[in-house]
């Protein structure tokens, strides 16, 4: 039976083929003596359209001296509007889905990952929010269908992703796939949070959306497993021990401490204990932005101590159960626990991570428990940090040894003040593209010419982020070649 694995493997192989023949895929050979040729889509074949974000993309590219770093960021700050999204109209409301790019099916995560960045531009563009109000809409609808799903399909009756039609579960109808992640719902929270903080629009949270966040919390509760192991299980015949849970579905034996269990990571991986020490961080932050929301839109103050109530047992326990020391007694973040004293450390490229957790909001970069995970984190303390000839990062099981994540160089950037670092990323960005002028899902650490995805929205919108990040706070770095 094909995997999701197998399904981007065979998309990936030709583009990787062009890219080591030294085309560009789109570009002809007439096109070629230019090597900086816009790679979007014709405007009228452009999905989303947005004057803001055009007007952000042309100012933030005219104070960018390296000519190539300025191309890729054209390439990739819009490629989520350009290529992914699709608005509509269902059950009289607007409705916007986003693809991740090469998968025709939306997830949680990456659909809210793909616009955050786009946020900061809503309050001045009627288009923008409307197609912010579409994907609020189709998240807590995707929630009510099942709040266990990690992705949905486009038309809520459909049949799964191929790879997912024999998993054993209990999958509904227009589920894509049903990994049990927990920031499968923290994100559509950031991204609520985020556009009602942006606009004070406050049209989207209407009760179904309500019904929605009581789901969240409903679930994250039960995933607490104080009593019993709760009614998510999930197994797949599969030759990637990561694909699948243990003990009948219900993964590694764990004491209940009071966090969240989750299953699977962000990655989509399976989790080796189900304890996440990032994941529950995240919907602490989760959790107080969603009372928040609750108090001052719909004056709901029950709800709101509920949430808030949780928050503070979560965090309690993380804050107790989720910390290592070093052998000089400092402190830093495992990656994973199972309550019985046994602590994993590493960190995975995808967000949540150990390394992202300043991004997300959910601690200060210059925290000291931070800064030390983060040095570890980007060392060979951590079993997935690779250096090589073409750069150095994190990358995870999903892909396996050798292959960095870009989105990790970009969290590194991220995360720092120092400009050195920084440019020092971007170096590494603009030099593992593999002269697509995208980002990529993975890159070999000493071929970046060997890629996985070609087409991965999250990656180039996070991309277009950064750039724009420190455009407005290292302008100097981007001034230079």
Known sequence: MPTRRDFLKLLGTAATSAAAGGLLPGVSLAQSSSPFISKRPPVNKRKFVSAAVERQLASVKSAIGDPKLAW????CYPNTLDTTVELGTLDGKPDTFVITGDIDAMWLRDSSAQVVPYLPLAKGDASLQRLFRGLIHRQARCIRIDPYANSFMPDPHAQPLIWARHDDTDMKPGVGERKWEIDSLCYPIRLAHGYWAATGDT???????????????????EQQRKHDHGPYHYQRTSPNPTETQSLSGYGNPTRPNGMIHSMFRPSDD????????????????SLRQLARMSRAIHRDLAFASDCEALA????????????MRDADGREYWAYEIDGFGNQLFMDDANVPSLLGLPYLGCCDRNDPTYRHT????????????????????????????????PMSIMMYAQTTDDPAQIRQCLTWLRDTDAGTGFMHESFDQDD??????????????????????VRGKHSELLKGS
């Open 72 to 75: 890729m960021f054209e390439n």
């Open 203 to 221: 049209v989207p949270f209407d009760d179904d959306w309500r019904a929605a966040m009581h789901l969240v919390l409903k679930t994250f509760r």
């Open 270 to 285: 399976a989790c080796v204990y189900p304890l996440s020490v990032p994941s529950n961080l995240f919907a602490v932050l």
């Open 312 to 323: 503070d047992e979560v965090e309690q326990a993380v804050h107790r159960d989720g910390r």
């Open 374 to 405: 983060r040095d570890l984190v980007w060392s060979h303390r951590n079993p997935y940090f690779f250096q090589g000839k073409a750069a150095e990062g994190i990358g995870g099981p999903h892909e396996g040894p050798r292959m960095i994540w």
């Open 448 to 469: 970046p010419a060997k890629f996985t995805r070609s087409w991965f929205a999250w990656a180039n919108t996070l991309f277009g982020e950064l750039i724009v990040d």
